[in-house]
């Protein structure tokens, strides 16, 4: 689930988020970009530029990339957590992915539907 899904669960109390004080936590990252031969790039620009505006940022009430907006209430900066930087070295790794995926099904048994991504 990804962190920004998780804020509303959060607000209402029915979820508490921890930061493990030992082991990096994977924080999954959010990209944009625009395609050389999209149909309309302005628009694509315009929401872009949207998006990444200060205004609409601090309205999301999760972490930002921008410096210039806090982070949700009753955290920290992300920067300020032991946090694992090396996303994409970790998702193309099968071992260290499998292994996860054991230690998670450790917690919370095995999938009870076993569609989606491959």
Excluded: C
Excluded at 57 to 81: C, I, K, N, T
Excluded at 106 to 114: D, R
């Amino acid at each position: 689930m990804p962190l920004r899904a998780v804020w509303p669960f959060k607000r209402e109390g029915k979820l508490e988020i921890v930061w493990s004080p030992v082991d990096e936590t994977p924080v999954f990252t959010l990209t944009g970009g625009i395609f050389k031969d999209a149909p309309h790039p302005n628009a694509a620009k315009l929401y872009l530029t949207w998006f990444l505006a200060r205004e609409q940022q601090s309205r999301l009430g999760s972490f930002s990339s921008r410096v210039d907006v806090q982070p949700p209430e009753g955290f920290q900066p992300l920067a300020s957590y032991k946090i694992a930087n090396n996303y994409r070295e970790f998702m193309t790794n099968d071992k260290l992915v499998a292994d996860l995926r054991k230690r998670f099904e450790g917690y919370t048994g095995p999938p009870a539907k076993k569609g989606g991504v491959r």
